[in-house]
């Protein structure tokens, strides 16, 4: 059974455009320092049940229109399927957050999916270093071009810590996924951290990031920050 490790009943920020309610699964491959869900990267007692939260979204038909399903790294849970399909057997639009790991899941999982947002940890050489983990560079490349010939609005993101990501690296991000439609930096904020020295890093000033975006534009087709 799926595990769910919380759900914010609604938000109008996670899903472009829409008015959704958000899933967070357990469970992470990643163990990024900066992780500001650090309770969902191991398995516990699920918050909810799968049937108790499809009860609630059948409560919300005509108020919602989709569900984020994210993590921890939601492709990690074996009935991810079955549970898209009995959100989208109720009529919402489902968006899928993962990290680019299992490009295979991903696209078994692309008929069912109406949008879907990859984490860009790092340069493939640095992910070892964000992630603290073993990754397969060949998967994170399998996932980008998956994405992008997709036929379905994505997006590409990543969390912009100043010590792990200079200048040079986003020029090798930019290259990583050259021609894609969005990509996101998204400012660090140390609120809440897996690692408790992680909260006395920064990330880049205004000005910075518009240096960073001017060096992304060549490669993407819309770059913004967050």
């Avoid at 595990?3 to 008015?19: A, C, E, N, R, Y």
């Avoid at 959704?20 to 650090?38: D, E, L």
């Avoid at 989208?88 to 639009?93: D, E, H």
């Avoid at 998967?139 to 810590?161: A, L, N, P, Q």
């Amino acid at each position: 059974m799926l595990q769910i490790g919380g759900v914010q009943k609604t938000s109008l920020l996670d899903f472009p455009d829409k008015i959704s309610t958000i899933v967070f699964t357990q469970g992470c491959n990643f163990r990024c320092g900066y992780c500001h869900n650090p309770e969902l990267i191991v398995l516990k007692e699920p918050a909810w049940t799968v049937p108790a939260f499809l009860e609630f979204l059948n409560t919300r038909r005509g108020k919602l229109d989709g569900v984020v399903i994210t993590g921890g790294e939601p492709c990690l849970q074996p009935d991810l399927e079955d549970f898209i399909k009995e959100i989208k057997k109720l009529g919402f639009l489902v968006k899928l957050d993962s990290n680019g790991t299992f490009p295979e899941k991903i696209k078994g999982l692309l008929p069912f999916l109406d949008y879907i947002a990859m984490d860009i940890k790092a340069p493939l050489e640095k992910y070892p270093l964000v992630t603290n983990s073993k990754i397969s560079p060949e998967k994170i490349c399998e996932s980008i071009d998956i994405i992008m010939t997709s036929g379905i609005g994505y997006e590409f993101r990543t969390t912009v810590v100043k010590s792990q990501l200079t200048y040079e690296d986003f020029k090798s991000i930019g290259g990583l996924i050259n021609g894609a439609e969005k990509y996101y930096l998204q400012k660090f904020v140390p609120s809440k951290t897996l690692d408790p020295k992680m909260m006395t890093e920064t990330t880049y000033t205004d000005a910075e990031f518009k240096e960073i975006t001017d060096i992304l534009k060549p490669y993407v087709k819309y770059v913004s920050v967050r």
